[in-house]
């Protein structure tokens, strides 16, 4: 099953007295068998046994033993047997493994996913028409395919004949350069219709320069900014392969924009307006629900108190709450709480990879105001 934002957003709002044990699973069968990746929960689990709650440890062994399809190429699952709390979901992209046990699921790598791979639609573009696909979480949905006419006539034979008793003109003469356009402009027409209809984040066109380049121009402008790029590909492509082209673009594109966003809220924060760096300011301006952009570094886990009143977050230990004079209980990662609550309100996360500021600062976040 996939999952979508609306999910996401249940998710986030998911809290439990008992903990909850929220697994990452990397099944890419492209790497290793599942036997492997099941061997490798195994020890995960045993990891944290003094941490987690038996009968989650038990629940999720025994998903992954006997119910898992080893479909996929990452399975995320969130359990919590006391408050009857069990989600399971089977990804066609991968995922780091990991495994978090905290009062709330711990969500932001599932969050980058949806962010990353939520829906996105692929325009395959040529001079006859144009194949449309929709892919949610890297899992195709929807296919249209949109033929144009004249062309279609061609292809059966008429047209070339036709040709032929002109004396071979060029198949760029200027009745066919017409058809090709005419063609296109429909094309764009179908494209957008199929994005008002199936609304993806992202749009990615493939085919030969240089029609590609012109279908593009002739994309209403609110579609033309959700193009994230152009690549060409062979039209005997199966589906994998091409599912696997348009993962490797978004993979690209999300790491260029995951940096971007980790430069904006340090430039913000140096201007002092608009940004913080470290769990500190971050805690802070968290509580204030000033949080647009909340950037963290994959691996940043940091110990810190919660409010048991207000759910005021800090990393100092202080008697009582200074918001509500409510008593603190410690909390195994701050970092994580500070997504959950980024996530609650509507906020954005990126989980940054290589970004040596950050590595060093662990966290940082970009304002609302
Ligand atoms: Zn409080």
């Not at 764009?188 to 008002?196: K, Y």
């Not at 209403?220 to 152009?230: D, F, Y």
């Not at 040596?356 to 105001?369: E, F, N, S, V």
């Amino acid at each position: 099953m996939s999952i979508s934002e609306t999910e996401l957003r249940e998710l986030a709002e998911f809290q439990s007295e008992t903990p909850i044990l929220s697994v990452y699973l990397n099944v890419d069968p492209t790497q290793r068998t599942s036997e492997e990746y099941l061997l490798r929960l195994r020890q995960m689990l045993k990891e944290v046994e003094d941490q987690a709650v038996r009968e989650d440890v038990a629940a999720v062994q025994r998903y992954f033993e006997h119910e898992y399809d080893w479909s996929g190429r990452g399975a995320v699952v969130f359990s919590c047997v006391a408050a009857d709390f069990w989600r399971a979901y089977s990804l066609a992209v991968p995922v780091a493994s990991g495994l978090t046990i905290a009062r709330r699921p711990y969500l932001s790598p599932l969050a980058m996913l949806v962010d990353a791979y939520g829906q996105y639609a692929l325009a395959s573009v040529n001079r006859q028409g144009l194949e449309l696909l929709l892919f949610r979480m890297g899992e195709m949905v929807e296919r249209e395919v949109f033929e144009g006419e004249e062309v279609y006539k061609r292809k059966k034979g008429r047209g070339s004949s036709s040709l032929g008793r002109r004396g071979g003109a060029p198949v760029s003469s200027g009745h066919q350069k017409e058809l090709a356009l005419r063609n296109l402009r429909e094309a764009a027409r179908a494209t957008d219709r199929f994005c008002r209809k199936h609304k993806p984040q992202r749009l990615i066109v493939a085919g030969a320069e240089p029609t590609a380049s012109q279908f593009r121009d002739l994309l209403p402008r609110s579609l033309q900014e959700k193009v994230i790029g152009t690549m060409s590909i062979d039209p005997a492509a199966s589906e994998p392969e091409i599912r696997e082209r348009t993962l490797q673009l978004l993979q690209e594109v999300e790491e260029k924009r995951k940096v971007e966003a980790a430069e904006m809220a340090f430039t913000a924060a140096g201007k002092g307006r608009e940004g913080v760096v470290g769990l500190d300011e971050v805690l802070s301006a968290a509580h204030e629900g000033r949080i647009r952009t909340l950037v963290i570094d994959r691996h940043y886990h940091a110990r810190g108190y919660r409010c048991s009143n207000c759910r005021y977050l800090t990393v100092q230990a202080l008697d009582d709450c200074p918001f509500c004079g409510g008593t603190f209980v410690e909390i195994p990662d701050a970092a994580e709480a500070a997504v959950t609550k980024v996530i609650e309100e509507g906020g954005e996360i990126e989980v940054v990879d290589d970004h040596p500021p950050l590595q060093q600062a662990g966290i940082a976040a970009l304002l609302r105001y």
